[in-house]
């Protein structure tokens, strides 16, 4: 038997046949579905309303539910006498099984709500907690529209109760405040200290129907829930009815509302709820919640705003200060003129130094402009501060300019002679602290510069150079200058005035000058932070002038304190820009350390010599003249400089001291005798034993013996040989010529000498 191969057909090679026809298929199925669908299916929303506040719309949200109370405790009541409590409400919403609610997408006709503030709360809308703020409540509802079977209470009259609140909700966490909240443990545990202002601790709310009466006018406390939510307690209040007979029903309420301090700050969305329920017979209630947002839907919660003044008692105490620190520089000032003609006052340039004493005066006086009280302190206050502190410092360094450009020829050539009998000449052999010298000398002739710019100014060290106190004058006119005209145009030109200080989260604020045209102000600091360089500078250069007119201890002592002074008040004030900072710190910091630095120039600079004069002592001319920091330039009197006119004469001036009885031997000749000593030991260390004796040697030798035998010439003995027991006679020394010009006062000259070169 022969059998025959039918050949297979594979499943793929008919799938591949088939497939022509199932997309025929699947696309005419898919082009009806495009078609009708348009025709047969509704857009509908699926969770929230068409223009509710959830949407960002303008219009309330209404929630509704049917609620069952057949086997509550109200069962044995009639079904139309049935009136639930908040708190029965409540529990069948949110812990039955029986209950469900719906939001609608929009409430039923003639169903309106509004929350809107009394007050306008302005553009930024803010709440300040502890304040008060009321809220005008509004409800209307027509009950036809709700439901057709409602029946109201017999005894009810023409109204039923409703329960509202307010909901915060912080708009950062939260999109969309939902109102349903079951607070119901939170509503039991409340007590009216928590949710009533001013209510006292020991009062409770009373159970039943009355828990949440309310008395129109009583502010209500925000209580915040998770730093994300604040609620009020309930409220509870009455639908009226607008006319008999009529199922339109409706209610306005005024509630203030008060946010507690320490709320958290921010922006939150801010709602009203209401819960109305009416009775709809066979133990069932209609339930409707209604909710609206106010206009603009959010307010900003801060804490109030601290605003801070300067108080009275640190006015009255900084004035007192300031009257006490016056009254000293007042006294400093009148002194000075007063005894301008003395001796100690015409060494120290009393015309300046009366200047420098008028202008601390002011800079204390003045300084009572830091007070944030008038727009006339404001303005003034750089020209009168800044000012008066500039020229405090561009006195002392005109008077000790004045001072080491007259005398400093006389100690440079006394110390060249030594090693070189030509003097110096040339500026450029100046040490190079001394430069600035050079450079205070061209200020002081700028002046003749701009009148004369052909004429040449020689500022070559010269025994005959003449600083007038006109020249003064000019260099502190020149170093004022700019802050003069920088300080009157600031004064002029810009609006500085009281202002209000807010910090960044709007919590704290004050009133302080404003800091326009800021950059006058630091101009001011940097020139009086240079004039203060200057001085230190110039009292550094000068440190080995005669002691009548070397101030340079007195000017680091000043300096030390002031600076001393300046970190304390930085230190102590902090940021004193931030509005946080309290204005009467502010205002003490700058009043005393104006004061400070003035009192401090005061004590150390002029209170010396004003107690100098007041002591009455013998101004002895030697005593004045031989002080010095460095001993190594030896003093005699062979050069008398007249600080009056400027001029170094060549004179030779001998000081008579006269001794009595018992009396000590005078320093100065004690240290003369020493430094003879000194010198003849080390010549004879340097040249004994048969070693040559050298030139600088034999001057050196030939200088101290020859100021040994004048500073002994100059002292007469006032007792003779019968009141020294044993002794040999002893008569006074005169010299009538020495005398005659030792009388050195009457043009207030001033005494100062290079080293005695005797003619070999």
Request: charged share 20%; proline share 5%; hydrophobic share 40%.
């Amino acid at each position: 038997m022969r059998s025959t191969a039918y050949p297979r057909r594979s499943i793929c090679s008919d799938s591949l046949q088939l497939l022509p026809h199932y997309l025929y298929r699947v696309g005419v199925l898919f082009l009806l579905v495009v078609c009708l669908l348009p025709l047969t299916v509704e857009t509908a929303t699926i969770f929230g309303t068409e223009h509710g506040f959830d949407v960002g719309g303008t219009e309330p949200i209404c929630f509704h539910s049917i609620l069952n109370f057949t086997n509550d405790s109200q069962q044995n009541e009639s079904s139309t006498e049935l009136i639930p409590t908040l708190q029965d409400l409540n529990e069948n919403l949110f812990g039955g099984q029986r209950s469900s609610f719906e939001i609608l997408r929009s409430c039923q006709d003639r169903t309106e709500m509004e929350v809107e503030p009394v007050l306008d709360l302005g553009e930024d809308r803010i709440l300040e907690n502890g304040r008060n703020y009321t809220f005008r409540v509004k409800l209307q509802v027509l009950l036809s529209e709700l439901s057709n079977q409602i029946v109201l209470p017999t005894g009810g009259g023409n109204s039923t109760p409703v329960h509202l609140r307010f909901i915060l909700c912080n708009a950062l966490q939260n999109g969309y405040c939902n109102p349903l909240q079951d607070t119901r443990e939170l509503d039991q545990n409340l007590k009216p200290f928590q949710t009533d202002a001013g209510a006292a601790e020991e009062l409770t709310f009373t159970e039943g129907a009355s828990r949440w009466d309310y008395e129109e006018g009583k502010t209500l406390l925000g209580i915040i829930q998770e730093r994300i939510m604040i609620m009020t307690r309930w409220v509870k209040w009455n639908l009226e009815q607008d006319k008999d007979n009529s199922d339109l029903y409706s209610m306005s309420v005024d509630i203030p509302l008060m946010m507690p301090r320490g709320t958290p700050r921010g922006e939150y969305f801010l709602i009203g709820h209401v819960v109305t329920s009416f009775n709809i017979g066979d133990d069932l209630v209609y339930r409707q919640d209604v909710a609206a947002a106010i206009p603009d839907f959010t307010v900003q919660l801060q804490d109030p705003t601290i605003i801070n003044t300067m108080s009275d008692i640190a006015k009255y105490v900084l004035g007192g200060i300031i009257a006490v620190f016056g009254a000293f520089a007042l006294f400093c000032f009148v002194f000075i003129l007063r005894h301008q003609e003395h001796l100690v006052m015409k060494l120290a340039q009393g015309g300046f130094l009366a200047v420098l004493a008028g202008s601390c005066m002011a800079l204390i006086a003045f300084s009572v402009t830091y007070y944030p009280t008038n727009d006339a302190f404001c303005r003034l206050q750089g020209l009168l501060v800044q000012f008066p502190l500039t020229l405090v410092f561009s006195i002392l360094v005109g008077r000790l300019w004045r001072v080491y450009v007259t005398l400093s020829a006389a100690i440079d050539i006394g110390r060249h002679i030594e090693s070189d009998p030509t003097p110096p000449t040339r500026c450029s052999r100046l040490k190079p602290c001394q430069r600035i010298v050079s450079l205070l000398s061209l200020l002081a002739d700028l002046p003749v510069y701009l009148r004369h710019p052909q004429r040449r100014v020689s500022h070559t060290p010269s025994l005959r150079k003449t600083v007038t106190a006109k020249e003064t004058a000019s260099l502190i006119a020149v170093l004022t200058f700019p802050q003069f005209i920088v300080q009157v145009f600031g004064t002029a030109y810009y609006d500085r005035h009281v202002e209000f200080q807010l910090d960044e989260n709007a919590n704290i604020g004050r009133y302080m000058c404003s800091d326009d045209g800021e950059w006058t102000t630091s101009f001011g600091r940097g020139m009086i932070a240079l004039m203060f360089v200057l001085a230190v500078m110039m009292a550094w250069v000068s440190r080995e002038l005669p002691s009548a007119f070397n101030e340079k201890r007195q000017i680091f002592r000043a300096t030390g304190i002031s600076m001393a002074i300046g970190m304390a008040a930085a230190i102590a004030g902090g940021d004193i820009q931030a509005p946080t900072t309290d204005p009467d710190r502010v205002v003490g910091l700058r009043v005393m350390n104006a004061i400070g630095i003035a009192t401090t120039v005061l004590a150390l600079v002029v209170w010396p010599k004003i107690r100098r004069v007041r002591s009455g002592e013998k101004v002895v001319m030697g005593s004045l003249f031989s002080g010095r920091d460095s001993p190594a330039t030896t003093v005699t009197n062979e050069y008398e400089v007249n600080l009056t006119s400027g001029v170094l004469q060549h004179i030779h001036v001998v000081d008579r001291i006269t001794l009595k009885k018992d009396d000590p031997l005078p320093r100065q000749l004690e240290l003369d005798i020493f430094a003879t000593q000194e010198t003849l030991r080390g010549i004879a260390d340097r040249c004994g034993d048969g070693r040559p004796l050298s030139l600088s040697d034999w001057k050196r030798m030939r200088a101290d013996v020859t100021n040994l035998f004048n500073r002994i010439d100059g002292i007469e003995l006032m007792w003779t040989n019968t009141d020294e027991a044993g002794g040999p006679p002893v008569s006074g020394i005169t010299d009538a010529d020495t005398d005659a010009e030792a009388s050195v006062t009457a043009a207030c000259s001033v005494t100062e000498a290079a080293p005695i070169v005797p003619s070999t």
